[in-house]
């Protein structure tokens, strides 16, 4: 077991998806930052959509401008996204696959497949001292893609492993986390920083937050959900002490 601590990313689109249900503006994402970063979050991970289902491009500038932790701007790899995302300045971009139709980022990014467009399309932000992570599932072709076109990080989508443990289909589960295990390792023997995301809750985290190669993770509907009954601090704080807890460090 390692004991580096693990970085937590806490995404806030959803505090937006509440306040856009009825429009006006509360509740307020900008404050949702705020709390996160007083609760202990390492960063904020926000994800401006095609369709601003949730995050709207002045929460994107408010947020950039309010916290003084890392923002890691979420975006489909579009033009419009591109400008935006070089105006706002984040810590990180990931990029993410991105269907109007979706209810949520259903899998990770083709980078395998699209290749040569991605490796063009994030150079403005390797130019820009913005670091780029790819949005992925735990396969070698994209693992090895990543690292082709220059990706800083990878971020591993964990939704397969998060919805066997739910359905319990542990034997499933537990071969899913062996991919995940095995990509992890892969990437960071390419140079790649690895996180991991999508999915995870108080019940599933540990055994993707002992990987001793991944350093971040990216949690967001389970905490925002867990924050109507607990609070938001409060939510951030028992995800904070179980992966401390992983990482052997409480």
Same mark, same amino acid.
């Given at each position: 077991?390692?004991?580096?601590? !693990?970085?937590?990313?806490?995404?806030?689109?959803?505090?937006?998806?509440?306040?856009?249900?009825?429009?006006?503006?509360?509740?307020?994402?900008?404050?949702?930052?705020?709390?996160?970063? @007083?609760?202990?979050?390492? %960063?904020?991970?926000?994800?401006?959509? @095609?369709?601003?289902?949730?995050?709207?491009?002045?929460?994107?500038?408010?947020?950039? &401008?309010?916290?003084?932790?890392? !923002?890691?701007?979420? *975006? +489909?790899?579009?033009?419009?996204?591109?400008?935006?995302?070089?105006?706002?300045?984040?810590?990180?971009?990931?990029?993410?696959?991105?269907?109007?139709?979706?209810?949520?980022?259903?899998?990770?990014?083709?980078?395998? +497949?699209?290749?040569?467009?991605?490796?063009?399309?994030?150079?403005?932000?390797?130019?820009? +001292?913005?670091?780029?992570? *790819?949005?992925?599932?735990?396969?070698?072709?994209?693992?090895?893609?990543?690292?082709?076109?220059?990706?800083?990080?990878? &971020?591993?989508?964990? %939704?397969?492993?998060?919805?066997?443990?739910?359905? +319990?289909?542990?034997?499933?589960?537990?071969?899913? !986390?062996?991919?995940?295990?095995?990509?992890?390792?892969?990437?960071?023997?390419?140079?790649?920083?690895?996180?991991?995301?999508?999915?995870?809750?108080?019940?599933?985290?540990?055994?993707?937050? $002992?990987?001793?190669?991944? $350093?971040?993770?990216?949690?967001?509907?389970?905490?925002?959900?867990?924050?109507?009954?607990? %609070?938001?601090?409060?939510?951030?704080?028992?995800?904070?002490?179980?992966?401390?807890?992983?990482?052997?460090?409480?």
């Amino acid at each position: 077991m390692t004991s580096s601590k !693990l970085r937590l990313g806490v995404n806030i689109d959803h505090v937006a998806t509440v306040r856009n249900a009825r429009g006006g503006a509360t509740p307020d994402p900008v404050r949702a930052a705020l709390l996160a970063q @007083e609760a202990g979050a390492d %960063g904020i991970t926000a994800h401006l959509r @095609e369709d601003r289902r949730h995050i709207r491009d002045a929460d994107m500038a408010a947020i950039a &401008e309010a916290i003084d932790i890392p !923002l890691n701007f979420e *975006m +489909g790899a579009t033009e419009e996204m591109q400008k935006i995302a070089l105006a706002t300045k984040p810590h990180a971009v990931c990029l993410v696959p991105e269907r109007r139709e979706e209810r949520t980022t259903e899998g990770g990014l083709d980078v395998a +497949g699209d290749d040569n467009r991605l490796a063009a399309y994030i150079a403005p932000f390797k130019d820009a +001292g913005t670091r780029v992570s *790819m949005f992925i599932g735990p396969e070698i072709a994209q693992v090895e893609a990543s690292a082709r076109i220059g990706a800083d990080i990878i &971020e591993l989508h964990c %939704g397969l492993y998060c919805d066997l443990h739910d359905e +319990g289909r542990f034997d499933e589960r537990d071969a899913e !986390l062996a991919r995940l295990t095995a990509m992890a390792t892969h990437a960071h023997g390419l140079g790649l920083e690895v996180h991991a995301g999508h999915g995870l809750s108080f019940d599933n985290v540990t055994p993707v937050a $002992v990987l001793p190669e991944v $350093v971040e993770l990216n949690i967001g509907h389970f905490i925002i959900g867990e924050a109507i009954f607990t %609070g938001l601090g409060p939510a951030i704080k028992e995800m904070r002490h179980i992966m401390d807890a992983a990482r052997g460090l409480s």
